[in-house]
């Protein structure tokens, strides 16, 4: 099977702009999380999606959005960029489990460099 | 605050030798935890993972051990190699489903020939 793949990989962009990542389940998985991977900060909890519905929600500003398609494909959207936006964004996907029915196992993908300037 | 932490940022060990890294977590109601790799440039890469019913258990190479009566997690690699340099992350999760995973910030694992 296919991993988790995100494009673009790397992307420059200035403050102020937007931006819009993307993430290609691995076939089959209907949840798809994201992160945020900074080296001060760590690896830190965006939002989850399962069934083209937000399931689960990290501490982030609302400039942070997401959506997840029909074909459980996702994206992350974020507004108003600021130079601490700068990071790796990355994308798990996991085998659907119903809430309070045990927990999943995430696969990552490769991650998309973002570089505010 | 940091829920899941590693004792160590920096572990160097002899190629051949066996590897310890340690995390400890502080939520008792964590019922799920994974580790990770991590090598440059690469998003995390599953490597074990261990539900709380279970205190121990092996993979190919590595083991992870659970005391969730002083809330300790390791992950034991056995006769390191060279392509087990990497930084290795400890996660929990508290269950009810994909909640989001919570990280520890990583212990890198430096290889010596």
């Known amino acids: 099977k296919a991993g988790v793949t995100q494009t673009p990989r790397y992307l420059i962009k200035t403050r102020g702009q937007q931006v819009t990542l993307s993430c290609s389940p691995i076939?089959?998985?209907?949840?798809v999380s994201w992160y945020q991977q900074t080296p001060g900060q760590g690896l830190q909890f965006l939002f989850e999606?399962?069934?083209?519905?937000?399931?689960n929600k990290g501490n982030f500003p609302g400039r942070f959005s997401g959506r997840q398609f029909s074909n459980s494909r996702s994206e992350m959207n974020v507004s108003t960029l600021e130079l601490g936006d700068s990071a790796l964004y990355l994308c798990?996907?996991?085998?659907?489990?119903?809430?309070?029915?045990?927990?999943?196992?995430?696969?990552f993908g490769p991650g998309t460099r973002l570089t505010v300037l | 605050g940091e829920s899941v932490g590693l004792h160590l940022p920096t572990l160097s060990v002899q190629e051949g030798d066996n590897s310890i890294i340690n995390c400890a977590y502080s939520?008792?109601?964590?019922?799920?935890f994974i580790w990770y790799k991590q090598e440059s440039g690469k998003g995390p890469q599953f490597i074990i993972d261990?539900?709380?019913?279970?205190d121990k258990r092996q993979g190919q190479r590595v083991t992870v051990l659970l005391n969730k009566t002083v809330k300790h997690l390791s992950l034991q690699i056995a006769a390191t190699q060279p392509g087990d340099s990497a930084v290795y992350f400890c996660a929990e999760n508290t269950g009810g489903g994909a909640d989001g995973l919570t990280f520890g910030k990583g212990t890198h694992l430096i290889i010596q020939p």
């Open positions: 076939s089959g998985h209907r949840s």
């Open positions: 798990a996907s996991s085998w659907p489990t119903e809430p309070g029915q045990g927990t999943d196992t995430q696969y």
């Open positions: 939520n008792s109601a964590s019922d799920y």
């Open positions: 261990i539900r709380s019913n279970m």
């Open positions: 999606y399962f069934s083209e519905t937000q399931r």
